[in-house]
């Protein structure tokens, strides 16, 4: 069944095309739902083609050489993934997992590529999303240099606080402790103790499946290894 225009109307690349494209592409795409866990690119992959995601939240993930476990992204609402193969036409370099419930669809590569370069508004956002991966990943290894465990969950946490429409800082959506501590390389329990410590300072507050921070700037501190719990 055809995705509605609406729906695609939601989706970055899409927002800006005329109603007689997105028709175009409609009937192309179809799409899928995937569970917690499921593997929606494999690395190595070669004609995936361009993803989005329609609704719930994906995570990029690859393995060292001893079998770790490391998580690199996250992929949000709206947002498109497998844009490397597409672009340059080799496999997929990492794996994309589902980290809740989701809904994707696919378009394939060719069209992807049109859709992409086709347009300037198309270029502009390929462009903004590969320099928003770079600094996340330019951010991500100085992250993995921190000396301790507990300032890398730390810092990871300021890495993903937002602002919400009230102005107060929150961590939407908050990954689990077991995403945390495959994207620090450390511990489930080290997450745990971490955001218990947090806690009990009032720098965190769990809301939902968010986390409110009362005190951005302690967290950072945290991070900067200027607070840590007493040994």
């Known amino acids: ?8 109307q939601g989706l970055r690349l899409f ?13 192309t795409m179809n799409e899928r739902r995937v569970e917690r866990r499921e593997v929606v690119i494999k690395r190595g992959e070669t004609d995936a083609g361009l993803g989005f995601l329609i609704e719930g939240r994906l995570q990029t993930v690859n393995f060292t050489l001893d079998g770790r476990e490391v ?23 990492e794996y994309i997992i589902a980290v809740a419930p989701s809904r994707i669809a696919f378009l394939e590569r060719e069209r992807a590529r049109e859709l992409m370069f086709s347009t300037p508004r198309g270029a502009a956002a390929v462009a903004e999303r590969l320099a928003a991966r770079m600094r996340r990943s330019a951010g991500h290894r100085a992250l993995l240099a921190l000396p301790s465990s507990f300032q890398r969950v730390c810092a990871q946490l300021a890495l993903l606080t937002q602002k919400d429409r009230s102005g107060q800082t929150v961590i ?5 402790h077991q995403e945390i501590a495959i994207m620090v390389n450390t511990s489930r329990e080290t997450v745990t103790r971490t955001l218990q410590f947090l806690q009990g300072l009032k720098v965190l507050a769990r809301d939902g499946n968010s986390l409110l921070v009362h005190q951005p700037e302690t967290l950072q501190e945290a991070a900067d290894g200027k607070v840590a719990p007493t040994k």
Do not use: H
């Open 172 to 176: 939407a959506m908050a990954p689990t």
């Open 15 to 27: 927002d800006s095309l005329p109603a007689d494209k997105l028709a175009e592409v409609s009937v």
């Open 71 to 93: 998580g690199i992204d996250f992929v949000e609402d709206g947002d498109f993934f497998g844009e490397l193969s597409v672009i340059d036409g080799q496999p997929a370099p």
């Open 1 to 8: 069944m055809p995705i509605l225009i609406p729906i695609l």
